[in-house]
Every structure is written in C-alpha cells, then in structure tokens.
C-alpha cells in the first residue's frame, strides 16, 4: 500500500527558514518519510526550489494547488500545510494509529507541539521545542540529572556543522580509551582524572543519538557502532580500574576484575545474539524486550505520578544502566574508595549476565520491542 502526504499552500510559514540545521521544507519531508510516507505532494513550490538530500527515500513532486490529492481506498493520507515544524514523532504517532487527515488539526498528546515558522521569534520556539523532546522517559537517573543539561547544549552548538552521528560516536569512544589509558598508565592517583574522562564520554555518548534524532540519520552501522565502542569503554574502564586497584595493593580487586569481566562477556554474547535474532539485526537495546523490562513505549512521561512499586521498579532498573554506573566511578574515586565501584560494576555484570542467561535458557530469548527512536 502507497501512503501519501500532502504539503499544503498558502503556507503557515517560511519553508525555507533553517530550524535545527536544515529548512522546515526538509524537516517536513524527513519527518514525512520517518513516519513511513512513500510520496508527497507539495503546492506552490516549483520544482527546482524542492530539496535533494540524499537523505531523502520517498517521492516528493510538485503539484498545483487544484490539483486533488490522492484518496485510493486503503491509503494513509496527512495533509500538513507548508512552514510548519511539529514534533518529530507526530507524524509517526499519526500513521501508526490511522489518522487520516489534516495534521494541525489531529488531537496532540501532552508533550508534541506544531509551530508555524513565520519569524526569527517563532524559529526559535520551534527549535527549543525540537531540542525539549529529545528528553526521553526512558532516560537513566545520571542521563536526566547531569549528562542532557550538558549534551543538549553542545548537540546545539554543532547542529548546523556537519559533523555526523558517527564521528561523534568515535570521538567520544576516543575520550573514553583515554580514560582507560591514563588509568593503566598512572594507577590509583590517577583514577578520578580517568573517571572524569569516563563522564566526559558519558555526555559524549548522548550528542551522537541527539543529532541522528534531529537530522534524521540513521544507520545500522552507526547503531552497532555505538553499541560496542561503549561496551568496550565500559568493560575496558572496568579492568584498568580493576589492575590500578591490584596493583595497589588490594588483594581482591583482581577476583573482582576477572569475575566482573566474566560476567560483562557472558552478558554481551546474550545481548548481541538478541539483537542480530529478536531486534532484527538492529545495534540498539531498544529493539528488544527482555522479561520483566518495563515496556519503553508504555513509560509514563517524566512529569506523571507513579505508584509506589512502579517508581521503585523502575528506579532499579535505571540504577543499572550504564550512565549510573559510568558516573559512580567518579565520586567513589573522588572519596578514596574506588573499589566501591568496582563491586557495584561487578554486581551488576554478574546479574545482567545471570538474568539473560536464564532467559535465553527457560524463554528462548527476549521478544522484539516497537521502537518509537
């Protein structure tokens, strides 16, 4: 089935005004194709004025304000007028449940928002609303608190550069080598500048997926790209902080290591075989559901009450993502006992790797997970 889209005139704003380092014209279109539009017709525009991105899959044509657009039975049909940016899901959100329609007139859930770019003022607004809904739900406890208040800004400063996804993945796996080195290099008394580093690469980590978001680049490369570079900083970082500590004199910091390291193998042999069985062949964890995982689609946004043993529930599980433990190395490091983090990682190595284990073994594997991105 071919689903159309409409891009209207008169139009609400300038279509080729820049918002978040392209035009509201390839915006629209991105987000068009992202929802899973194959064509779209766009008013008013001539031909030689209409964008060609390589970004761009779907067939876009220009076409006369009189001419009808397409109603075959079965269609999916969005109408949007010329100059508007929404939030980048919506369009997604509205195919996916069958709304058929013009999309400034669909019912907006509480977080999404249409804005008519129309001045410097109003492309502001929209690039503030665009850069406020790459704050996620599913964001851990350090990712809310410290690492976004941080990436956000610099995704900001390099949005209109062209700088890829990708080599923000590798420059920030490059600062996080570098905090394995200085570790291996200058043992415990360099510990907290390493655990900097590893926070540095943290914050890192999160501008790569705010700018695919935001331009719309996405690739398998660049998802398994992200996926095992953190997985070697994670257990890299690990085992030096785990040798500075033996070498030290700690008489149980290697057990630790070698068990920790163990279990983060054990681990990612689980995870990688979901992922290229249950998650499609995709690199990110968020193409998998393992049992008891709270279902990602279903969060509650940030600013809703829970219940009790929803928040403790979920206050667990974001207590073992990577972006807390990552950040723990720090202030242990900074109050001379490092080896407190050596054992949370340890600990939850061992239980990531046992619960995974167990479920290949008694369920066959995690089931796949619809992906909102």
Same mark, same amino acid.
């Given at each position: 089935m071919t689903r159309r889209a409409r891009l209207t005139s008169p139009a609400a704003g300038d279509p080729f005004a820049r918002v978040a380092g392209m035009t509201v014209l390839l915006r629209q279109l991105l987000s068009l194709q992202d929802a899973g539009i194959d064509e779209v017709d766009v008013e008013g525009i001539p031909a030689d004025r209409l964008p060609t991105d390589l970004r761009l899959r779907l067939a876009v044509r220009p076409v006369d304000t009189a001419s009808p657009a397409p109603r075959s039975t079965g269609e999916t049909v969005l109408r949007a007028r010329l100059g508007l940016v929404w939030h980048r899901l919506l369009a997604k959100r509205l195919v996916r449940i069958g709304y058929v329609g013009d999309l400034e007139a669909a019912p907006l859930e509480p977080d999404e928002f249409v804005v008519a770019v129309t001045d410097a003022a109003s492309a502001q607004c929209a690039e503030e609303s665009l850069f406020q809904s790459l704050l996620k739900a599913t964001d851990g406890l350090i990712s809310r608190a410290i690492n976004r208040r941080i990436s956000l800004p610099i995704t900001r400063a390099l949005i209109d550069t062209s700088i890829t996804p990708n080599q923000m993945t590798a420059f920030a796996a490059a600062v996080?080598?570098?905090?394995?080195?200085?570790?291996?290099?200058?043992?415990?008394?360099?510990?907290?500048?390493?655990?900097?580093?590893? #926070?540095? #690469?943290?914050?890192?980590?999160?501008?790569?997926?705010?700018?695919?978001?935001?331009?719309?680049?996405?690739?398998?490369?660049?998802?398994?790209?992200d996926q095992v570079l953190d997985d070697l900083v994670n257990l890299g970082f690990f085992w030096a902080t785990g040798w500075a500590l033996y070498r030290d004199g700690s008489s149980t910091a290697l057990p630790i290591t070698v068990a920790g390291t163990t279990s983060h193998i054990v681990y990612q042999i689980c995870l990688y075989a979901a992922l290229l069985t249950r998650g499609g062949g995709s690199g990110s964890v968020a193409s998998i559901r393992w049992w008891g995982q709270i279902d990602e689609s279903r969060r509650r946004p940030l600013d #809703?009450?829970?219940?009790?043993?929803?928040?403790?529930?979920?206050?667990?599980?974001?207590?073992?993502?990577?972006?807390?433990?990552?950040?723990?190395?720090?202030?242990?490091?900074?109050?001379?006992?490092?080896?407190?983090?050596?054992?949370?990682?340890?600990?939850?190595?061992?239980?990531?790797?046992?619960?995974?284990?167990?479920?290949?073994?008694?369920?066959?594997?995690? #089931?796949?997970?619809?992906?909102?991105?």
């Open positions: 996080g080598f570098a905090a394995i080195a200085i570790v291996l290099w200058g043992g415990v008394p360099w510990l907290v500048g390493g655990a900097l580093l590893l #926070q540095t #690469q943290s914050i890192l980590d999160g501008c790569d997926g705010e700018i695919s978001r935001l331009k719309y680049i996405r690739s398998r490369l660049g998802e398994w790209l #809703q009450p829970r219940g009790v043993l929803r928040t403790v529930k979920e206050t667990l599980e974001l207590a073992g993502r990577r972006d807390f433990f990552t950040f723990f190395y720090l202030p242990a490091a900074l109050i001379g006992l490092p080896q407190i983090a050596l054992w949370l990682c340890a600990v939850i190595y061992f239980l990531s790797a046992l619960s995974t284990t167990l479920e290949w073994l008694l369920k066959g594997g995690p #089931q796949p997970a619809a992906r909102a991105s």
